[in-house]
């Protein structure tokens, strides 16, 4: 896995993320796009905090340690990686929870600075990537077995598995923009 390229498509899928975010008032993350769903604002913690808090831990903890090694994906991990490049175009639902379930957030601004902190780790963890090439591997809940590099490049593919999402809020804002008129 070529880890420049994998930077730099992450951050072709961030860039989208942050130029939106530009152009959303505060009261657009307040939106919902379907019944039941998330806010916009839950959206983008849901980034912000699955890259800082999950996968670039399991990162760090992969380089840390060879343990896991030998352990595989599952169909689904292989699937992902190996043939679709992404995840399926399907959309995945987690019964809310306290431990999953994205805190609400309406300051445009703060957003910004968790998208920052995100591309400065992003960062930070590709040279640490090409500077270490061994890695054990941590199981994803969904994907197996995982290794550094891997939880690297799955932090792009979640980001860009999420522009669907994205793209009912944006109709979601231009209706109601337009009932407001």
Request: proline content about 4%.
């Amino acid at each position: 896995m070529n880890i420049t390229k994998t930077l730099n498509d992450f951050l072709k899928v961030l860039s989208l993320w942050e130029k939106a975010l530009e152009d959303y008032q505060a009261e657009h993350l307040k939106i919902k796009a379907e019944q039941g769903g998330w806010t916009l604002g839950q959206l983008y913690n849901h980034l912000i905090g699955s890259a800082l808090n999950f996968h670039i831990k399991e990162m760090e903890k992969c380089l840390a340690s060879e343990e896991g090694r030998n352990r595989s994906k599952t169909v689904k991990g292989f699937m992902s990686f190996n043939i679709l490049h992404g995840f399926p175009p399907v959309k995945i639902s987690v019964p809310p929870s306290k431990e999953y379930t994205p805190a609400e957030e309406e300051n445009p601004g703060e957003l910004a600075n968790g998208l920052k902190r995100v591309r400065g780790r992003m960062e930070q963890m590709a040279v640490l990537l090409e500077e270490k090439k061994k890695s054990g591997k941590t199981a994803h809940p969904a994907l197996g077995y995982l290794n550094a590099r891997e939880w690297f490049r799955l932090v792009e593919m979640h980001y860009r598995h999420h522009l669907r999402q994205k793209e009912s809020f944006d109709a979601a804002i231009k209706l109601k923009d337009a009932e407001n008129g």
